[in-house]
């Protein structure tokens, strides 16, 4: 943890504690007094009805709407068409493109990419990367922090007629970051002679992360001789496809002895296609273990706004002793399927989800 | 009974901002924490003879006030998903960016490690007084407030996490 935590909390509370607009003390006395007398007619019952519907409610929400970008401003014979996402990708090279139609003849112009300013504590530098049709690769840009944005420029020799950029986009974005995240808007801005020739830029737009559930997350207990199954879902809420790494852990306990021996005479499996495959002895972990990924069951490719699902099972003898533990599924973006410099993309963004079974 | 009325105002004026504060770190949600703080003073009123005898009325409201934002949350959905989904929200214009990630950080630790922590370090009360106000023994409170560091540290610094590491979070508690 840094050093300062402690001074940082207690600065933040303040601030906190000082823009918070109290209810007037008038209407929490009045709201005393209802209750009191709500619950001397025993009516308390809608109360509790009034908070979980708001609950409820917070957990839906709306879906995400389709952005689209602003009037491009066009100079001098220039036009420009941008093309990026609604919703990033989190740690992930985002494919963002625009297309520059020049009417007045070749030059050579200097591109802007400008990310915008993130309003959080940024200790990751935004990367930009794009194609050169010249060489095949993806060509690092360098980025520099100003007061307006990040921004990423090179120069550019444009010809008559269409002229397409394709680029990837690392966003500046912290580990703990919010999920999701809003996004300043994305600019492009053309220059030619130190002028602006053309500019176009996106709406506000939002950076998520990959969703991690089991279906049902209640206790789940069972008897001896018995098979289970279970389902974990992985979404991704970006307008972004990538490919993604699924692990699977089993955690088993003693109840009486702690964490100390995992249950290795019950079968896990999950499902490949059509057919059960026992987890590896890595999927077993004992508690004591300082790096246990668990076993890579599968690597993905989650389309924009796709799920994933996949099945497992346990079958627990009649002899096995009893267990507690939790079932885990870890999703992160596979590094190695990313375009561009898999290199600097080594921060991958993690769903981790957990489900606690017992062997009785 | 009578209830005094003039102390439970002097009361609420000079502790309900600390308090929404300090449920605010341990909950990541300012409207939650405002709603559970303002429910949990309303109680305090109900019974404002009793808990104006308290040692540590302000305790005893931070208590109520958790317990409320738990037992209303917990009828609808998991904490933990709630958290997942929706990560820190949209109500933290103005706060400074390190908070802000501090924040997001504390959301993504375990409940009661959250709150040790925050009692701890915000609050700044002792392992045995979180102990009593938590109700948990005091072994359970130190190693609470060990893994919720330990939990933290990664998610405040710039490197990457690594499976591993929030799977023997998650199992820490095993």
């Given at each position: ?79 420009l ?7 990033y ?14 009417s ?82 994305l ?43 279970f ?44 057919i ?50 939790q ?24 769903t ?9 | ?13 000079s ?108 609050v ?43 799977i ?7």
């Amino acid at each position: 943890m840094p050093e300062d935590f402690e001074s940082m909390l207690r600065t933040g509370a303040l601030a906190v504690a000082e823009a918070t607009k109290p209810v007037a003390v008038d209407l929490v006395r009045a709201r005393g007094d209802r209750r009191q007398r709500r619950k001397m007619v025993a009516s308390v019952v809608v109360a509790i009805a009034v908070i979980a519907g708001g609950a409820a409610t917070a957990v839906g929400g709306p879906p995400a709407e389709h952005r689209h970008p602003s009037p491009a401003i066009s100079r001098e014979g220039f036009s420009l068409r941008l093309s990026a996402p609604a919703s990033y990708a989190f740690r992930v090279p985002n494919p963002v493109s625009f297309t520059i139609d020049d009417s007045a003849g070749a030059r050579t112009v200097i591109v802007e990419i400008n990310l915008g300013k993130t309003h959080y504590a940024v200790y990751r530098k935004a990367v930009v990367e794009r194609f050169d049709q010249a060489t095949g690769r993806w060509r690092n840009l360098r980025v520099t922090h100003t007061r307006s944005g990040w921004i990423a420029s090179y120069p550019l020799r444009v010809g008559t007629g269409l002229t397409r950029q394709r680029l990837l986009v690392v966003l500046a974005v912290p580990f703990s970051a919010p999920n999701p995240f809003v996004l300043p808007p994305l600019a492009v801005v053309i220059r030619s002679g130190g002028e602006i020739v053309a500019e176009q830029r996106t709406s506000a737009a939002e950076a998520v992360e990959l969703l991690g559930a089991w279906q049902g997350t209640t206790y789940s207990q069972i008897d001896r001789g018995q098979t289970r199954e279970f389902a974990f879902t992985v979404h991704n809420p970006a307008s972004v496809r990538y490919p993604v790494q699924l692990y699977f852990v089993a955690a088993f306990c003693r109840k009486a002895h702690g964490c100390s021996q995992a249950a290795l005479g019950d079968q896990f499996q999950w499902l490949d296609g059509r057919i059960w495959q026992p987890a590896a002895a890595s999927a077993y972990l004992i508690n004591g273990a300082s790096d246990g990924n668990g076993e890579l069951l599968k690597t993905v490719l989650l389309p924009a706004h796709g799920s994933f699902m996949i099945r497992f099972r346990i079958i627990v003898s009649l002899t096995s002793p009893s267990f507690v533990g939790q079932l885990i599924v870890s999703a992160t973006p596979d590094s190695s399927g990313l375009p561009g410099s898999a290199a600097l993309y080594l921060a991958p963004a993690l769903t981790t989800a957990t489900f606690p079974i017992g062997i009785n | 009974v009578v209830r005094d009325q003039g102390s439970f105002d002097e009361f609420y004026a000079s502790s309900v901002r600390r308090v929404t504060s300090q449920l605010h770190a341990i909950t990541g949600n300012r409207a939650d924490a405002e709603d559970a703080v303002a429910d949990a003073y309303a109680r305090a009123w109900q019974r404002w003879t009793r808990v104006s005898g308290y040692d540590d009325p302000e305790g005893w409201v931070r208590t109520v006030a958790y317990r409320t934002f738990v037992s209303s949350w917990r009828k609808a959905v998991s904490r933990n998903m709630a958290h997942r989904r929706h990560g820190a929200s949209a109500d933290e214009a103005g706060l400074s960016p390190d908070y802000v990630a501090i924040i997001a950080a504390l959301r993504q630790i375990q409940a009661d490690q959250r709150r040790a922590i925050v009692l701890h370090h915000l609050v700044g009360l002792s392992v045995e007084q979180i102990a009593r106000e938590t109700g948990a023994p005091a072994g359970t409170v130190k190693a609470r407030l060990a893994r919720g560091r330990r939990a933290l540290a990664p998610l405040l610094s710039d490197g990457p996490p690594r499976p591993g590491q929030l799977i023997q979070e998650v199992i820490g508690d095993a």
